[in-house]
């Protein structure tokens, strides 16, 4: 690392998020502001109202579930009008975690650093159903230093493993040093594979040994695509980051809304228009291993005994799948996979919203219960949708 520290600093003035849209009126009256969800759970008492008999119910939240489907409609939509979109289903992503001293801040109870860590949990199950393919690693940046936590791979229990044991933050952060870092991994993956790097950024200010300018450069040049979500507010060098690169980059207003976001980056992201390329690739579709046998596993090293893989090529043992074999080098996956990955570039026509009283179709009255869960569609807030591809069925009205 260089002597010579270059410091910026931001306003603290709090930013909105790019990518969050305005919500319909409606909605805008009946929801709670963010900043009243937040004490929802410390303080019980406000999560009951008094309706029109005068008796205590419960709140009803079904508005802010409403307006986040309406959010996920839009962007289906939006991205479903094309005719053609190339999107990257084999993903190779770091995930990079700011656990600096700003990451200790107590405006996400109990801390910023204990919300990312559970979010980034529910975030690694979502990302490996939603990609099977696709593979992900942890960096973590305190100190002024980046640190890999856990190399790319394919096993979910491996990284909440260790992400739980390194729940530690100090120091200051450094977006260049991240940035190098994942740069100097992703350098590596194949061509096939789609770069990304999501940074769940909670400092105001980035401490570089260098010109981030030119690191900036060498990620864009290496088609690495950086996303950025901030804990804290808006900031310029990020905001540029994800313009370079062809990320997105958003603000938290809290810990739902961060969850939220973090969702947002499972499914895969049509490829940038310049970096998406056709590539054939070589895959092998292992046998699996009987049980009680004893043979050594190539990912641990070690002798195991119990059902595995058998590489087709090399006829070297895995323990899961998908991976990459550590013999021949030949992608490892099941017909399962591929299936669950396929559904990304065929995705289900969006249902269309209707109201209790017009939900009539063709001269026809759909029926007065939910297709999918048997609820009353009568509840007052439920919000009805019907499937657009098959208008003329009667048993297609459902309650999301």
């Known amino acids: 690392m260089m002597n010579s520290i270059e410091h910026r600093e931001v306003s ?10 305005e919500e319909d009126d409606e909605d805008e009256d009946n929801d ?23 008796l205590l119910r419960p709140v009803d939240n079904k508005t802010l579930y409403h307006a986040q489907y309406r959010r996920r409609i839009r962007s289906i939509s939006s991205t479903s009008t094309a005719a053609r979109i190339q999107k990257g289903l084999i993903r190779y992503l770091y995930v990079v975690m700011d656990f600096s001293r700003a990451a200790g801040e107590t ?15 529910a975030f690694i199950r979502e990302f490996f159903d939603q990609n099977p393919l696709s593979q992900i690693g942890l960096v973590i940046i305190k100190d002024g230093v980046a640190y890999c936590l ?13 992400l739980m044991s390194k729940l530690e933050c100090s120091g200051d952060a450094s977006l260049q040093n991240a940035l190098e870092l994942v740069h100097e991994y992703l350098n590596e993956v194949p061509s096939y594979g789609h770069r990304e790097a999501l940074i769940l950024y909670s400092a105001l200010s980035t401490c570089d040994p260098g010109d981030i300018m030119e690191t900036i450069k060498k990620c864009k040049n290496s088609k690495i695509r950086c996303s950025i979500v901030g804990l804290s507010a808006e900031m310029f060098i990020c905001k540029h980051i994800c313009q370079e690169t062809g990320g997105s980059y958003s603000v938290a207003l809290d810990e ?35 049980d009680g046998v004893v043979s050594i596993c190539v990912c641990h090293k070690e002798a195991k005994v119990g059902a595995g893989y058998t590489c087709p090529r090399c006829k070297a043992r895995v323990c899961e799948l998908p991976m990459e074999c550590r013999i021949c080098g030949l992608t490892l996956v099941s017909s399962p996979h591929l299936a669950r990955s396929y559904h990304h570039l065929f995705p289900i026509t969006p249902f269309d919203e209707v109201s209790f009283a017009r939900l009539t179709i063709s001269g026809k009255r759909l029926p007065e219960m939910c297709f999918g869960c048997m609820q009353n569609l009568r509840n007052p807030g439920a919000m009805i949708t019907t499937c657009a591809w098959d208008e003329g069925r009667e048993d297609r009205a459902q309650e999301p």
Do not use: C
């Open 256 to 290: 739902s809304h961060l969850k939220e976001l973090l969702l947002e980056h499972a499914p895969p992201p049509p490829a940038i228009a310049e970096y998406a390329t056709a590539n054939l690739i070589k895959m092998g579709f292992p046998q699996r291993a009987a």
């Open 107 to 121: 405006d996400f109870k109990p801390s910023r650093m204990a919300v990312v860590a559970k979010h980034v949990e």
């Open 32 to 54: 709670m502001a963010a900043w009243e969800r937040a004490y929802v759970d410390e303080r019980s008492w406000e999560s009951l109202q008094e309706d029109e008999s005068g």
């Open 12 to 21: 603290n003035s709090r930013g909105k998020p790019l990518d969050r849209e």
């Open 150 to 162: 856990t190399e790319i791979g394919g096993s979910p229990e491996a990284h909440i493993k260790a």
